[in-house]
């Protein structure tokens, strides 16, 4: 399971802004944002440089 959702709203961004900085679809970030599909170990340390986060925050249990 990954935090995403939760950076997001801690940083006040939105998961389109997201989109558009990863290139990815909004779909795919909302996918990720509601764990129901994972990012790639690539896109984890992708979104973490992006949000300005390490990649532990991004992760949870």
Do not use: F
């Amino acid at each position: 399971m990954n935090g995403i959702k939760e950076v997001l709203k801690d940083k006040g961004i939105s998961q389109t802004w997201l989109a558009k900085q990863t290139g990815k679809s909004y779909n795919t970030i909302n996918e990720y944002a509601r764990n129901v599909r994972q990012p790639s170990l690539e896109d984890l340390y992708k979104i973490a440089e992006i949000l300005q986060v390490s990649v532990k925050d991004l992760l949870k249990d």
